[in-house]
T-cell receptor, first 113, second 114 residues
């Protein structure tokens, strides 16, 4: 069974540019989560999808971040325009039910210069 | 909101020693406490978890204890091996139907020296 996959694995962009991260959850997992880890700090929750609906987006830092999950399959997280403080590792996770184990992807390391 | 504190930030032990990582949480409604291990360049993986109706859980060389009154939980690794070297994250979550939000600690970098 394929795990959670994220693309790209690394991205280096200039301040002010746009970047789109993609996450493919485990097939059949209705629950999809985005998390972010800024250097040396905790992994912080960004948002939670149930199928195509945003269940909880309380962790989204500001309106420069836009997450979508059209069709309830893969999800994208767009940062526009990117700022230096957006640098970090963005993790995606999925779970079958809201109360079952969350499986993580390998993350996308975003560097804004 | 929920806050999870994790200590220590780094931990160095000799192979065969025990390692203990401690976490405290703030929201008394939290009912699920997983521990994730992230090896270098790999994804965080669940290694053990405990629910609030249990005080201790063990799986071979790893164990987790939970003190709900004090709102803290700990990971214990016995007979450490070099392959235990990784970053370990604790997390707390309020789980109910259709909802799960993990709040993580800042991570502990464990180094096991041969």
């Amino acid at each position: 069974e394929a795990g959670v996959t994220q693309f790209p694995s690394h991205s280096v962009i200039e301040k002010g540019q746009t970047v789109t991260l993609r996450c493919d959850p485990i097939s059949g997992h209705d629950n999809l989560y985005w998390y972010r880890r800024v250097m040396g700090k905790e992994i912080k929750f960004l948002l939670h999808f149930v199928k195509e609906s945003k269940q909880d987006e309380s962790g989204m830092p500001n309106n420069r971040f836009l997450a979508e999950r059209t069709g309830g399959t893969y999800s994208t997280l767009k940062v526009q325009p990117a700022e230096l403080e957006d640098s970090g590792v963005y993790f995606c996770a999925s779970s079958l039910q809201g109360y079952t184990e969350a499986f993580f992807g390998q993350g996308t390391r975003l560097t804004v210069v | 909101g929920e806050n999870v504190e994790q200590h220590p930030s780094t931990l160095s032990v000799q192979e065969g020693d025990s390692a203990v990582i401690k976490c405290t949480y703030s929201d008394s409604a939290s009912n699920y406490f997983p521990w994730y291990k992230q090896e270098l360049g790999k994804r965080p993986q669940l290694i053990i978890d405990i629910r609030s109706n249990v005080g201790e859980k063990k799986d071979q060389r790893i164990a987790v204890t939970l003190n709900k009154t004090a709102k803290h939980f700990s990971l214990h690794i016995t007979e450490t091996q070099p392959e235990d070297s990784a970053v370990y994250f604790c997390a707390a979550s309020i789980r109910r139907a259709g909802f799960q939000k993990l709040v993580f600690g800042t991570g502990t970098r464990l180094l096991v020296s041969p």
